[in-house]
């Protein structure tokens, strides 16, 4: 049910790596991989409830297929620069999603649309955005815990986090934030920590 691959050279996983394996928990950290290809994953669509790929060379996001019992996903410390759209499609029951140590600096306007109605934490940190991307974390219905710290953030406006009913920290440490709207946040209420420290704030 659990397997943990870690520090070995593995740098393409190739197609239906794991047989019929019924994992539940699978581990591949510390691999130097570079490529995960389409249907790695194919064994275990049904069964597969967590995956970490931390500390890899990946640097396009990989197609994990239809994975209908998928709630956690790690891939921190890759070299990913971006989220495609629809990438959570067939990932319904995603819960956490972790892309902490990358080189993602924007996001498209439909990236994690999906992902909506279910994500509850949400870990971006030390990445390299320059703006809290709004319109990509708004409506999140479930989303309680977001991390934006060691970015390059250098303001928040108006209307940046808004209507979030679950949302109920956020970490924005590590930043170049300067200035604070009084509006920032909207209809979040069950806000309860907010990090701040490290920034270049002037004034509140």
Not at 7 to 35: V, Y
Not at 91 to 99: C, D, G, I
Not at 159 to 186: C, D, H, W
Request: charged share 20%.
């Amino acid at each position: 049910q659990k397997l943990k691959i870690h520090h070995s050279s593995i740098p393409i996983l190739e197609k239906d790596a794991f047989g019929s394996l019924l994992i539940k928990q699978l581990d591949l950290s510390d691999n130097n991989m570079t490529e995960i290809k389409e249907s790695a994953f194919h064994g275990q669509l049904d069964v597969l409830e967590e995956l970490a790929v931390t500390n890899n060379s990946l640097t396009t996001f990989p197609n994990l297929g239809k994975m209908s019992k998928l709630s956690s996903l790690d891939l921190s410390g890759n070299s990913l620069t971006a989220i495609p759209e629809r990438a959570f499609a067939e990932t319904p029951k995603l819960k956490q999603l972790r892309l902490e140590r990358n080189q993602i600096c924007t996001l498209t306007s439909n990236a994690l649309n999906e992902t909506k109605e279910f994500l509850e934490l949400l870990d971006l940190s030390d990445n390299c955005f320059k703006a809290i991307p709004a319109q990509n974390f708004r409506g999140a219905q479930a989303l309680t815990y977001l991390d934006m710290s060691n970015n390059e953030l250098h303001d928040l406006p108006s209307l940046q986090f808004m209507t979030l009913p679950l949302l109920k920290e956020v970490r924005l440490n590590g930043n170049k934030i300067k200035n604070f709207s009084p509006l920032a946040f909207m209809n979040v209420p069950n806000l309860q920590h907010f990090y701040l420290r490290h920034n270049e704030l002037n004034d509140l």
